[in-house]
Protein backbone atom coordinates (compact mmCIF):
# COMPACT_ATOMS: atom_id res chain seq x y z
CA UNK A 1 0.00 0.00 0.00
CA UNK A 2 1.46 3.40 -1.22
CA UNK A 3 2.05 5.70 1.64
CA UNK A 4 -0.44 8.48 0.14
CA UNK A 5 -3.22 5.66 0.32
CA UNK A 6 -2.35 4.91 3.60
CA UNK A 7 -2.63 8.25 4.32
CA UNK A 8 -5.63 8.89 3.01
CA UNK A 9 -7.31 5.81 4.69
CA UNK A 10 -6.28 7.46 7.74
CA UNK A 11 -7.36 10.51 7.68
CA UNK A 12 -11.19 9.12 6.41
CA UNK A 13 -11.60 6.21 8.39
CA UNK A 14 -12.63 8.30 11.78
CA UNK A 15 -15.07 9.68 10.00
CA UNK A 16 -16.68 7.21 8.19
CA UNK A 17 -16.74 5.05 11.45
CA UNK A 18 -18.43 8.03 12.89
CA UNK A 19 -20.84 8.23 10.40
CA UNK A 20 -21.46 4.58 10.53
CA UNK A 21 -22.30 4.14 13.88
CA UNK A 22 -24.36 7.31 14.23
CA UNK A 23 -26.45 5.76 11.62
CA UNK A 24 -26.58 2.59 13.22
CA UNK A 25 -27.85 3.91 16.39
CA UNK A 26 -29.84 6.44 15.15
CA UNK A 27 -33.36 4.10 14.21
CA UNK A 28 -32.85 2.64 18.10
CA UNK A 29 -33.12 6.00 19.91
CA UNK A 30 -36.76 6.82 20.60
CA UNK A 31 -38.26 10.03 22.57
CA UNK A 32 -37.62 13.89 21.98
CA UNK A 33 -34.90 15.25 19.92
CA UNK A 34 -32.88 18.23 20.77
CA UNK A 35 -32.94 21.05 18.04
CA UNK A 36 -29.74 22.97 17.13
CA UNK A 37 -30.74 25.74 14.80
CA UNK A 38 -32.73 23.93 12.13
CA UNK A 39 -30.63 20.36 12.38
CA UNK A 40 -32.01 17.51 15.00
CA UNK A 41 -29.29 16.46 17.16
CA UNK A 42 -29.96 13.17 18.01
CA UNK A 43 -30.75 13.42 21.90
CA UNK A 44 -32.81 15.37 24.04
CA UNK A 45 -32.30 18.77 26.43
CA UNK A 46 -33.78 16.78 29.32
CA UNK A 47 -31.75 15.34 32.05
CA UNK A 48 -31.97 11.66 31.90
CA UNK A 49 -30.18 9.61 35.10
CA UNK A 50 -29.95 6.49 32.57
CA UNK A 51 -28.05 8.52 29.07
CA UNK A 52 -26.02 11.49 28.79
CA UNK A 53 -28.01 14.10 26.62
CA UNK A 54 -27.22 18.22 25.48
CA UNK A 55 -28.28 18.90 29.28
CA UNK A 56 -24.84 17.19 30.28
CA UNK A 57 -23.11 19.56 28.27
CA UNK A 58 -24.80 22.38 29.90
CA UNK A 59 -24.40 20.77 33.49
CA UNK A 60 -21.31 18.91 33.63
CA UNK A 61 -21.95 18.22 37.21
CA UNK A 62 -25.25 16.33 36.46
CA UNK A 63 -23.25 13.95 34.01
CA UNK A 64 -20.20 13.46 36.60
CA UNK A 65 -23.07 12.40 39.29
CA UNK A 66 -25.42 9.92 36.99
CA UNK A 67 -22.88 8.65 33.93
CA UNK A 68 -19.56 8.66 34.90
CA UNK A 69 -18.23 5.72 36.43
CA UNK A 70 -14.39 5.01 35.81
CA UNK A 71 -13.41 8.11 36.42
CA UNK A 72 -14.57 9.10 39.70
CA UNK A 73 -11.53 8.44 41.72
CA UNK A 74 -9.72 10.89 39.57
CA UNK A 75 -11.82 14.04 39.42
CA UNK A 76 -9.27 15.70 40.95
CA UNK A 77 -6.69 15.26 38.58
CA UNK A 78 -8.81 15.22 35.41
CA UNK A 79 -11.13 18.79 36.45
CA UNK A 80 -8.11 20.56 36.26
CA UNK A 81 -7.53 19.66 32.68
CA UNK A 82 -11.26 20.13 32.00
CA UNK A 83 -12.12 22.85 33.36
CA UNK A 84 -8.94 24.54 32.36
CA UNK A 85 -9.67 23.70 28.41
CA UNK A 86 -13.55 24.68 28.83
CA UNK A 87 -12.22 27.92 30.53
CA UNK A 88 -9.25 28.24 27.92
CA UNK A 89 -12.43 27.79 24.87
CA UNK A 90 -14.22 30.08 26.81
CA UNK A 91 -11.44 33.09 27.35
CA UNK A 92 -11.42 33.31 23.49
CA UNK A 93 -14.89 35.07 23.19
CA UNK A 94 -16.35 33.06 20.86
CA UNK A 95 -16.44 29.30 22.86
CA UNK A 96 -18.11 27.40 19.88
CA UNK A 97 -16.05 28.80 17.29
CA UNK A 98 -12.67 28.06 19.65
CA UNK A 99 -14.45 24.61 20.24
CA UNK A 100 -14.64 23.74 16.30
CA UNK A 101 -11.21 25.51 15.68
CA UNK A 102 -9.14 23.51 18.51
CA UNK A 103 -10.90 20.36 19.52
CA UNK A 104 -12.64 19.29 15.90
CA UNK A 105 -9.77 20.86 13.29
CA UNK A 106 -6.71 21.56 15.15
CA UNK A 107 -6.18 18.59 18.04
CA UNK A 108 -7.43 15.83 15.80
CA UNK A 109 -5.34 17.11 12.36
CA UNK A 110 -1.93 17.25 14.98
CA UNK A 111 -2.98 13.61 16.46
CA UNK A 112 -2.92 12.60 12.23
CA UNK A 113 0.02 14.33 11.63
CA UNK A 114 2.40 12.48 14.57
CA UNK A 115 0.46 9.00 13.49
CA UNK A 116 1.44 9.58 10.39
CA UNK A 117 5.20 10.21 11.11
CA UNK A 118 5.37 7.33 14.03
CA UNK A 119 4.17 5.11 10.78
CA UNK A 120 6.39 6.99 8.34
CA UNK A 121 9.35 6.12 11.42
CA UNK A 122 8.42 3.02 12.09
CA UNK A 123 8.49 1.78 8.34
CA UNK A 124 12.09 3.34 7.42
CA UNK A 125 12.73 1.47 11.16
CA UNK A 126 11.67 -1.64 9.49
CA UNK A 127 13.69 -1.07 6.03
CA UNK A 128 16.94 -0.98 7.93
CA UNK A 129 16.69 -4.49 9.45
Known amino acids: MSRLLRNILLLISPFLLMVLI ?28 NKCSWACHQDTGFCKKHHVKLLKPYFSYTDKAYFGI ?38 EIKALK
Open 22 to 49: NEMVRPTMSGTYAYVGNAQAMNSWSAME
Open 86 to 123: IDSLHSTGDYYLANIIVLVIVFPLMMYLLLVKSLDIWQ
